[in-house]
Nanobody, 115 residues
Framework: QVHLVESGGGLVQPGGSLRLSCTGSGIDFSIYNIMWYRQAPGKQREWVAVDTGGYSPDYNESVKGRFTVSRDNAKNTVYLQMNSLEPDDTAVYYC?????????WGRGTQVTVSS
């Protein structure tokens, strides 16, 4: 059974940094693209970034230059390094493994950017 678990969220001041982790079990991450999404209060879930496992990652324009994805295949973990955080980055962050027919999601980790 596939499970995804996010961690690393928290409260950070504007301009600060956090590193989120997404650890998978029941599946080998190394051969799949892993997505990051976020959902702010009262807003729709939006795509943030994709880690393609060694190929070119891609990012939402709103986070380009500030967020970086990476992975450690030995740990079956994908990371989202978030720098220069802004209040608009406040959201629950989710990782996603888009497979067919099942789309796997973690439960999310809360990121709050506030002074």
């Amino acid at each position: 059974q596939v499970h995804l678990v996010e961690s690393g969220g928290g409260l950070v001041q504007p301009g600060g940094s956090l590193r989120l982790s997404c650890t998978g079990s029941g599946i080998d991450f190394s051969i799949y693209n892993i997505m990051w999404y976020r959902q702010a209060p009262g807003k729709q879930r939006e795509w943030v970034a994709v880690d393609t496992g060694g190929y070119s990652p891609d990012y939402n324009e709103s986070v380009k230059g500030r967020f970086t994805v990476s992975r450690d295949n030995a740990k079956n973990t994908v990371y989202l390094q978030m720098n220069s955080l802004e209040p608009d980055d406040t959201a629950v962050y989710y990782c996603n493994l888009p497979l067919s027919p099942t789309d796997y999601w973690g439960r999310g980790t809360q990121v709050t950017v506030s002074s």
